[in-house]
């Protein structure tokens, strides 16, 4: 399943009943093309022989070393993950396209629940996953990067709630053996 | 949609009066966005002075929905700000389906302000929570006749004018302790003494009258409040008028069962719900007869924008007090007016909208070319940008790939309540 530009991955449980991983991938297509869309702005700009303040600028303004240089800033993100973990915790990861990875844990006993949430923009409103979390005043946003529509978080905002359901049935238990 | 209600805070900052940065297509996006997740059929816009509302009304049309506004406002002709405002308005309701006004007074004004055919144009009255505005339990004593004026201390609510009448009222009642006098006098003469019993004679109906002791209580705040401070310190009515202040709409009825009569002194009204709540807290009202507050109901005394016919209006005001029954006025309002029969009006008003045929671009186009010789070839030449401009978001983001919002169905127990969480935060 997918968007035209996103998929989701659920790579199920390994070994099984201990780990949850759920992956969105982005297509790089867009950005790609996006690329080579401005590439040719570029080299007409960067042909010019004469040098003056004046075409420097409007080089520097319109295309040139600016489309350059955003295309070599611009790192977007390839895919990002969510490691159920019932007895430790959640992994959140976020994967560049340059292969730089981001990893945030949060451990199991912090976690409060997780929600869907619709979110405004100026410009537009879309669903996001986040996660309560004991201590912090804002909502940790499962997938930070991304806006996965809400049929690819909804299995995940499932499983996250399957997790914090077994993690309180496990302590129910523990205490009533305990007592 | 949630329960039948949701809101968007759509995070515009607002520059001017609350109102946000008027940018024509730049609330493009975001209104057409929330249009389509929500499967929204008809849109409806209040005020003439949100820039938002005007903004989306227009994108609306752009998309080929239906779209209903309601002025609640009175607008003047002459000046700069009016004449500016009514361009807009004419702008945005070339185009609109059906137009809602609060009183036939802001039908009339509305009309002949935006060019729109009266046929289109509804009259719907606002209404009264009257199970909110109930009289007091304990009916108050008339030793004391206690005036309320709740209201924005501005100009256009006639701030200007209390300031002449506070005065004034409290001379004509001043805090007489005659009632408890006693006057002891020596008379050197049989035929002085005469004379001062037939002056006493002829003061007492005046006393009589003028012992009832009257007090002010003024609610709310604006830049005009100062004057009325001013006002109560040249004539030392510290103790007869009682600055609160702006009070929070819960505690409003709080404020009008501690008083007898209610005053409005507003220059321009389009119709005054202030006096309706007023009336159903049992308080007899005056008001000054303006814009579409005649249309009210019939036992407001009225009384022309100025200061001495104020005065006059609230002697009469205290005269015919005693024959006022504040349940019977909270009953009567109850029946005159009510939430549900507006918005069984207002439903007529949408039916109304939604049967009305759908027109391609060029035919809209030539409503907005009558606004103007001018104004008339500019507005068209709006509506074609944000026409292309909502062709290119239909490329850049077509519709079918926003995704619509499910319908929640609030779930409810057995006694009927509504439960109004459904996301829960766990606590500790």
Known sequence: ?179 | MTGGLKVYYVPWRPFLMQNTFPTFYGTFPIIRTILLREKISLVHGHQAFSTLCHETLMHSRTMGYKVVFTDHSLYGFADAGSIHMNKVLQFTLADVTRAICVSHTSKENTVLRSGLPPEKVFVIPNAVDTAMFKPAQVRLGRDEIVIVVISRLVYRKGADLLVEVIPEVCRLYPNLEMRNCQFSCFFTSYQQGYEMVRFFCYLCPLVRYSAMRVRFIVGGDGPKRVRLEEMREKHSLQDRVEMLGAVPHASVRSVLISGHIFLNSSLTEAFCIAILEAASCGLLTVSTRVGGVPEAYDMIVLAEPDPCDMVHAIRKAISILPNIDPQVMHDRMKNLYNWNDVAKRTEIVYNRALKCSDQSLLERLSRYLSCGAWAGKLFCLVMIIDFLIWRLLELLQPAKDIEEVPDVALPCNQRGERIEEIFHWKTE
């Open chain 1, 1 to 179: 399943m997918g968007k035209i530009s996103m998929a989701y991955i659920h790579e199920g449980e390994w070994p099984p009943g201990t780990v949850d991983i759920h992956i969105v991938k982005k297509s790089l297509r867009k950005a790609v093309s996006v690329a080579i869309l401005l590439l040719p702005f570029a080299c007409i700009f960067l042909s010019f022989r004469e040098i003056s303040a004046t075409l420097i600028l409007w080089r520097l303004l319109l295309s040139g070393h600016f489309v350059i240089l955003l295309l070599l800033l611009w790192n977007p993100v390839h895919k990002e993950s969510v490691v159920i973990m019932p007895a430790f915790g959640v992994q959140l990861e976020t994967y560049y396209a340059s292969g730089r990875i981001i990893r945030r844990f949060i451990p199991a006993g912090e976690i409060l629940k997780p929600v869907l949430l619709e979110c405004v923009t100026p410009v537009t409103c879309y669903w996001s996953l986040s996660l309560l979390v004991r201590g912090k005043e804002e909502l940790v946003l499962v997938f930070k990067e991304l806006r996965p529509p809400m049929k690819m978080l909804l299995p995940v905002w499932k499983a996250l709630c399957a997790s914090m359901e077994n993690k309180e049935s496990a302590v129910t238990s523990g205490e009533v053996e305990g007592g």
